[in-house]
């Protein structure tokens, strides 16, 4: 069995891959158009170059992601991905680059199980936690 997560963007699930795949070291997989699907005819111009489905591999875990059409999107709510991370400077980084135009829930901080944690919503509204295991 494998667990995995399927997320949906309101438009801009190719640049968030990008976003992922050049500060995660992330390899994207097969990037599906509306404009790909045998359905394309119900879809309205603008969206046929949208992900209709898309992959990414972040370390060892796979992510699902698609363009969900703006009328039906609802922002991600519920959950964070959480990335555990090898040292303070890498949680303090990623911090710095992932709440550009996102959300800053909690700035980089000393906690009772962490010596760096931090949360943020990033520019795509995908929440994220950022958690030093020493």
Not at 13 to 33: H, M, R, S, W
Not at 36 to 62: C, F, R, T, Y
Not at 97 to 108: N, S
Request: glycine share 6%; aromatic share 12%; net charge negative.
């Amino acid at each position: 069995m494998n667990l995995s997560f399927h997320i949906n963007f309101d438009g801009r699930c190719e640049e968030a891959f990008q976003f992922y795949q050049k500060n995660l070291d992330a390899v994207i997989g097969p990037l599906l158009t509306y404009k790909d699907s045998p359905a394309s005819e119900n879809v309205a111009n603008e969206w046929q170059n949208k992900i209709l489905h898309g992959s990414i591999s972040i370390g060892n875990i796979d992510i699902a992601g698609t363009d969900t059409v703006i009328n039906e999107y609802e922002k991600p709510a519920g959950f964070c991905l959480l990335l555990r991370l090898a040292s303070e400077e890498r949680v303090k980084s990623l911090f710095e680059i992932f709440k550009e135009g996102g959300e800053v829930i909690l700035p980089p901080q000393k906690t009772f199980w962490s010596p760096c944690y931090a949360i943020v919503t990033d520019r795509f509204g995908v929440p994220w936690k950022f958690n030093c295991v020493i």
